[in-house]
């Protein structure tokens, strides 16, 4: 996957085996196993976590935030296993573009029912 991800993709890569839950229940990147060989749906996608760092010149940019949850086997996305990273800036939690294959494009249905 050569471009940034967007909300409604659906998404694997083998990095996403590199993950481990945080105190609140999402997870970062990390040592410890996580389940692989699923497929994640992109339900966020924001440029946040810049900031500056202690010299006089350094200024980190906003990065490419994903959020995405994995597909159980309804095709639903599972709020229990969800993933955050960047695609883009200087940050630990760094998954390239280069790292995601695209699977799928979804579309968010709503339905309205009136009584």
Known sequence: MKRLCEVGDVVT???F???RPSKNGVYHL???PHPV???WLVVNVAQTGGGTGHGPHDVYPDGH???VQMLNYGNQPDPGFTLQFYQTG???NLVAPEEITLVRTLKKQVTT???
């Open 30 to 32: 990390s040592s410890g």
């Open 17 to 19: 085996m590199l993950w």
């Open 65 to 67: 935030e994903v959020t």
């Open 13 to 15: 890569s083998n990095r």
């Open 113 to 115: 029912v009136w009584g």
């Open 90 to 92: 200087c940050f630990t």
């Open 37 to 39: 060989g699923n497929e």
